[in-house]
Each structure stands twice: as C-alpha cells, then as structure tokens.
Nanobody, 123 residues
Framework: QVQLVESGGGLVQPGGSLRLSCAAS????????MGWYRQASGKERELVAA???????NYADSVKGRFTISRDNAKNTEYLQMNSLKPEDTAVYYC?????????????????WGQGTQVTVSS
C-alpha cells in the first residue's frame, strides 16, 4: 500500500508564492522520477515539472524561471516552489511518482498519483 499526500495549495494574489509538498509513504523500496502536473478547469492535465532521482529537472515552458522542483530522497518527498504566480497558474496540482515497492519477495515499479491540491491565483 503506497500513498502520495499533497499539501500547500491555497489562494494567493498575482505575484505571490506558494510551496507544494508531496510525501510518499508505504512499502517503498525506492522512488524513480517524480513530477508535478496540473489541470485547469476545462483543460487537459499537463506536466509542470519533473525531477529524476539524481536531481535533474525539466520544466514546462510556461513555468520556467518561476517554479522550482526539488526532492528529498531520505524523506520520499518532493516539492514545488512556485514564485511570481499568475492567474493562468490556477489549477488543481497533482504530484506523481514512479515507485519501486516491495511486493512479497519481489520488487515492482508502479505509477502513483496524489489526490490533488487546488491552487488559485486571484486578486
């Protein structure tokens, strides 16, 4: 049983900042890539940022220079620091992780999603 629990969403004014966290728990052996996605009302889910276990990150063009993804492998946690927020950043943000988990005497790799956290940027 593995869970991803997100926190840190909320309402912020344009130009403000928020920090999202996503903690993984359960029978985890290790975590490969982790990422953040978002889905605005009436739109498809899109990748915001992703990070490898070694710390290499990539970003959507729309957030480059404003958002920073990071992770703490010891805590099985990833973060998304969002600065200079714009109204168009308003969406439900989901964390994602490719987790290697204990399954009896085996190891299995499976994709997991958080429950989503609302980020609203408005004056």
């Amino acid at each position: 049983q593995v869970q991803l629990v997100e926190s840190g969403g909320g309402l912020v004014q344009p130009g403000g900042s928020l920090r999202l966290s996503c903690a993984a728990s359960g029978s985890i052996f290790s975590i490969n890539a982790m990422g953040w996605y978002r889905q605005a009302s009436g739109k498809e889910r899109e990748l915001v940022a992703a990070i490898t276990r070694g710390g290499s990150a990539n970003y959507a063009d729309s957030v480059k220079g404003r958002f920073t993804i990071s992770r703490d492998n010891a805590k099985n946690t990833e973060y998304l620091q969002m600065n200079s927020l714009k109204p168009e950043d308003t969406a439900v943000y989901y964390c994602n992780a490719e987790i290697v988990l204990h399954y009896g005497y085996e190891l299995r790799t499976q994709d997991y999603w958080g429950q989503g956290t609302q980020v609203t940027v408005s004056s």
